[in-house]
């Protein structure tokens, strides 16, 4: 796919870039094909990807490789460190220009079959030709490479040819040398129609109508060709095609449930890839936006949409699955799906082990698996809609109105914010008395409920009076636990409001203690609607304090409301003691 972006010229696509990079890709698998079969090249020097690495995948590694459970006496030529480590008794695994004194060379010639490699009961042996080219690589200095997919590629120098004339660029050098090298000449160039048809296949995936044949056949330029290029690299046909490719490799096809193919709406990431590929953006950008398009700043409702790359995982429903261990399958999917779109690997080796050829451990694993991790999902989702999380886009025409309605909203709030800051008396005055009149009614609102039933868990004598408060007397207890049965005539109850009024039969009018003060501790609220007089009780524990003692409150009178604003009730929690400073102000008290 990074055929598909000009990383060097935003935004201008390249009318051969495409087809040149085929042709050097396919050149390349060819090249590599005839280094295997015909691996004795005097002249060229051997290169350790393409002729040593292949020798050793096939005859050595498999003792003495990225296996650590088959490795045979801790050698590793797999690795650099490895291929060039110093043995017991001086002895070196391979040394560079020195054959003689490469043990690796000497195993591989050796006819004791003691010493011989790959053993005999290995069940392969290296042919003469492959010897050759370890004896050529050793002789050479022993150039050792990284594995060829983790090296930056590097511009080679063009080949030299005999028949200069006909490469018309770069690439075409190298395939002319291969075809001189091997006795052949360039095929003939096809004629324009055969042309047109394959280009027009290639980047549309459809075949050119008669109107665009007849263009074609009819333009007489020298540049003719690349205006088709050009003209079909412009098409919105081309991003379909392209698309095609790409939504392969993110499984967009593939069923949505692992039990039951349910419905999955997840079109608007494709038509973003579609329009991806028609403006050409940069491959840096279209790898970021997918990966984590949701996670850039500010990101856009377009990014986000971008992530749909990550959401076309299978999920799952099924009543009888746990929802825990199908959170770690999306997981995984997600890691091995990334992993071999982006990196080209195989990542989903190390979910168990760590890499038997790759250099990726099983720790690398989890650690790419903890950035996606972090997904807001369910389990077991999906079976109605797309699972969470989603987002609702907009189509075209709503998102116009959709801004059109943004910025209405917001210069509203501009003005009405311009008007609330602004001085005006006449609003205030307004708000002022609206306040008071509220105040009024939620102070008027209230009604004196009856104490029918009453009694002291101290042995206090509790009397009911005319305005239906209950005076306490007689015993006074360091702590008391009154109860009290109300009866009301209200429908519906929206908060209670205790009254501790003074009374002149007290000591100190506000208490029955010395010093006049009192501590309320609500204990127990109980509302019972099934009994139809309407009857509630109240609990609640008082005491008076003065140097260390406590005695028994006097509630005077108890009130409850029909309607109740929130956030208004002052009834303290059963763990709160209320304190009313009875020393201090001899009034009486609301809770």
Not at 366 to 392: M, R, T, W
Request: hydrophobic content about 35%; overall charge positive; proline content about 6%.
């Amino acid at each position: 796919m990074l055929l598909c972006f000009d990383m060097e010229n935003r935004g201008r696509p390249h009318s051969l870039w495409l087809l040149r990079l085929l042709s050097l890709a396919l050149f390349a698998l060819t090249a590599t094909a005839f280094a295997v079969h015909e691996p004795a090249r005097k002249k060229t020097p051997v290169d350790f990807n393409r002729d040593i690495r292949p020798i050793l995948l096939e005859n050595c590694f498999a003792c003495h490789g990225p296996d650590e459970n088959k490795r045979k006496a801790k050698l590793r030529l797999d690795l650099k460190d490895g291929l060039f480590k110093t043995l017991d008794e001086g002895k070196f695994v391979v040394v560079p220009g020195n054959r003689k004194k490469s043990d690796l060379f000497r195993r591989i010639t050796t006819t004791d079959e003691d010493d011989h490699m790959p053993p005999p009961k290995f069940g392969k042996a290296l042919t003469k030709a492959q010897i050759e080219l370890l004896r050529q690589w050793i002789d050479q200095g022993a150039d050792w490479k990284g594995h060829w997919a983790y090296i930056p590629p590097e511009r080679p120098e063009l080949p030299k040819v005999k028949n200069k004339s006909w490469p018309r660029n770069a690439i075409d050098n190298f395939v002319l040398q291969r075809l001189e090298k091997e006795g052949l000449k360039p095929s003939s160039e096809a004629d324009k129609l055969t042309l047109l048809r394959r280009l027009t296949f290639d980047l549309t995936g459809l075949p050119p109508t008669i109107e665009e044949v007849d263009a074609f056949l009819s333009d007489k330029s020298s540049e003719a060709y690349e205006k088709l290029v050009d003209r079909l690299l412009a098409s919105s046909r081309y991003g379909e095609r392209m698309a095609q490719l790409w939504l392969d490799l993110a499984r967009y096809a593939d069923t949505n449930g692992y039990h039951i193919d349910s419905g999955r709406d997840i079109w608007l990431w494709r038509e973003w890839v579609i329009r991806a590929f028609n403006q050409n953006l940069p491959f840096d950008e279209f790898t970021i936006e997918q990966i984590a398009g949701d996670l850039l700043p500010n990101a856009t409702l377009d990014q986000k949409v971008a992530t749909g790359f990550n959401r076309n995982e299978m999920v799952n429903f099924e009543g009888g699955a746990d929802a825990d261990e199908y959170l770690t399958k999306y997981q995984v999917g997600r890691v091995d799906t990334t992993a071999t779109v982006w990196l080209g690997v195989t990542l989903a080796c190390t979910e168990c082990h760590d890499h038997k050829f790759d250099p990726f451990t099983q720790k690398d694993f989890y650690k790419f698996y903890a950035f996606f991790n972090s997904i807001a999902e369910k389990g077991l989702d999906g079976q109605k809609e797309n699972p969470v999380p989603s987002i609702k886009v907009p189509s075209p025409e709503q998102k116009v109105r959709w801004d059109e309605l943004r910025d209405k909203v917001a210069a509203l709030d501009s003005e009405f914010k311009k008007q609330l800051e602004s001085p005006n008396q006449e609003r205030d005055l307004a708000q002022a008395e609206w306040e008071q009149s509220i105040r009024k009614k939620v102070l008027s609102d209230w009604s004196v409920v009856d104490p029918v039933e009453f009694s002291s868990a101290g042995g206090a004598e509790l009397k009911k009076l005319e305005d239906k408060s209950v005076l306490a007397g007689g015993k006074n207890p360091d702590k008391d636990t009154y109860e009290v049965v109300l009866k009301t005539p209200l429908d519906a109850l929206m908060g209670i409001r205790i009254e501790a009024l003074v009374d002149e039969s007290f000591p100190a009018k506000s208490s029955r203690s010395e010093n006049g003060n009192f501590v309320l501790r609500p204990r127990r609220k109980l509302l019972n609607p099934a009994r139809r007089n309407r009857m509630m009780s109240r609990r609640f524990l008082a005491s008076g304090t003065r140097w260390g003692r406590s005695r028994p409150v006097r509630p005077k009178r108890l009130l409850a409301r029909r309607s109740f604003p929130k956030r208004t009730s002052t009834s303290p929690k059963p763990t709160t003691r209320t304190s009313c400073d009875g020393w201090k102000n001899l009034i009486g008290r609301t809770a």
